[in-house]
């Protein structure tokens, strides 16, 4: 069946530290990844996603994500983190069969914590 | 362009009650999905429509949930009744077709649920 897995429900880096969140998947096909976040009392933001062209994945505010295959991985990482980042990360996939996409399977998120 | 429309925002009621909440895609959009969101966990897909058509409600506990999407554009969630465990934040997302990754689905503000 597919998962997606996030190793550690909060993380929590000084401001303009390296943010890194893990997110593992399995699934019986390639699958598409996502990363979303979340704010307060807010909905889901798609922070970026891969969809099988570039590995290496650039998204808003700084994110990036690499496609590891081999590792079955698609952690986030930002190089300098900000105040402002302080949220709920989500991890999320979705298997693209020849019917379409179906919904998002989703891990169970990270809170992502800044120290000042 | 508009977001995903959502109401109402936050409800609170007893336990065997029923309650509905109502979602707004983007225009053109023909994909639906309803999410459930329990505290401390990912969403989980409840439902997903193209068109007026349902596509998967394997997780939609069918005893006392119902949804509805009559004429392919907004949708209603229904709980009759409702349980405790339904607490929880009901999200809306929107895509532009099934048969397309990008953009992606997009996110409403979700309705938070609060069974006492």
């Known amino acids: 069946a597919q998962s997606v897995t996030q190793l550690g429900s909060h993380v929590s880096v000084s401001e303009g530290a390296l943010v890194l969140l893990r997110c593992n998947y399995s699934?019986?096909?390639?699958?598409?990844l996502f990363w979303y976040v979340q704010y307060p009392n807010q909905g889901l933001q798609l922070l970026l996603k891969?969809?099988?062209?570039?590995?290496l994945v650039k998204g808003i505010n700084g994110f990036e994500a690499e496609f590891k295959k081999s590792e079955t991985s698609f952690h986030l990482t930002k190089p300098s983190a900000h105040m402002s980042d302080a949220a709920e990360y989500f991890c999320?996939?979705?298997?693209?069969?020849?019917?379409?996409?179906?919904?998002?399977?989703f891990g169970k998120g990270t809170h992502l914590i800044i120290q000042p | 362009e508009a977001g995903v429309a959502q109401s109402p925002r936050y409800k609170i009621i007893e336990k065997r009650q029923s309650v509905a909440f109502w979602c707004n895609p983007i225009?053109?959009?023909?994909?639906l999905y309803w999410y459930q969101q329990i505290l401390g966990q990912g969403p989980k897909l409840l439902i997903q429509?193209?068109?007026?058509?349902?596509?998967?409600d394997s997780q939609l506990p069918k005893d006392r949930f119902s949804a509805e999407r009559l004429k392919g554009v907004d949708s209603t969630l229904k709980i009759q009744p409702a349980k405790l465990e339904d607490s929880a934040v009901y999200l809306c997302?929107?895509?532009?077709?099934?048969?397309?990754?990008?953009?992606?689905?997009?996110f409403g503000p979700g309705t938070r649920l609060t069974v006492l």
């Open positions: 997302a929107s895509s532009l077709d099934r048969g397309q990754i990008r953009p992606g689905q997009f």
């Open positions: 699934s019986s096909v390639p699958p598409y």
């Open positions: 891969y969809t099988s062209a570039a590995t």
């Open positions: 999320a996939m979705i298997l693209y069969s020849g019917g379409g996409a179906d919904g998002l399977t």
């Open positions: 225009s053109g959009h023909a994909t």
């Open positions: 429509f193209q068109n007026n058509g349902v596509v998967d």
